[in-house]
């Protein structure tokens, strides 16, 4: 008997342990950041993890990671001349059919005046990806051709 309770007593102290590491924060899982500038790998996980065409030419706008949960959160986005919206994803991954409605795009309150996008009555869809990812896309074709806006997000 004596041996099951202190087998309870371990199991207790060894979650409260896992619990108070986690409370406390003393778990890094990333970094935020925020830039007008992404750096080559930010842009090689952008054109990789929202599948980009490859063929695509495109001038960054802004990037942001919110890094420091178990989930990272991406926002991003891009001026490219095409103004061919079914042209800017591997269709095999994101077919053109799902970006065509209206769509809202989660934006929290402390975003860059580079995310501007209220107002914009944007085309675009939500897409669920491969691995237990998703991404928001929103896009404003002008003249010159196409502002894009990508939430993506682990789950």
């Keep these: 008997m004596l041996s099951r309770c202190s087998s309870k007593r371990r199991v207790s102290l060894g979650t409260a342990t896992i619990f108070c590491v986690i409370a406390s924060g003393c778990l890094d899982f990333g ?3 925020t830039t007008e500038d992404p750096t080559v790998e930010q842009l090689a996980f952008c054109e990789n ?3 980009l065409n490859d063929e695509l030419q495109y001038e960054p706008i802004g990037f942001k990671i919110v890094g420091s949960g178990i989930d990272d959160a991406v926002w991003f986005s ?3 001349d095409e103004t061919d919206l079914g042209i800017i994803f ?3 991954v994101v077919p ?3 970006l065509r409605g209206s769509v809202d795009i989660y934006t929290p309150e402390d975003m860059p005046l580079w995310w501007d996008i209220q107002g914009k009555g944007l085309v675009g869809g939500s897409i669920t990806l491969p691995a237990g990812r998703s991404m ?3 896009m404003n074709r002008e003249e010159a051709g196409t502002s894009v806006y990508i939430f993506w997000h682990e789950s």
Excluded: Q, Y
């Design 136 to 138: 928001t896309v929103g």
């Design 78 to 80: 891009f001026h490219t």
């Design 90 to 92: 591997d269709a095999e």
């Design 31 to 33: 970094d935020d950041i």
């Design 49 to 51: 993890a929202m599948h």
């Design 96 to 98: 053109f059919d799902s």
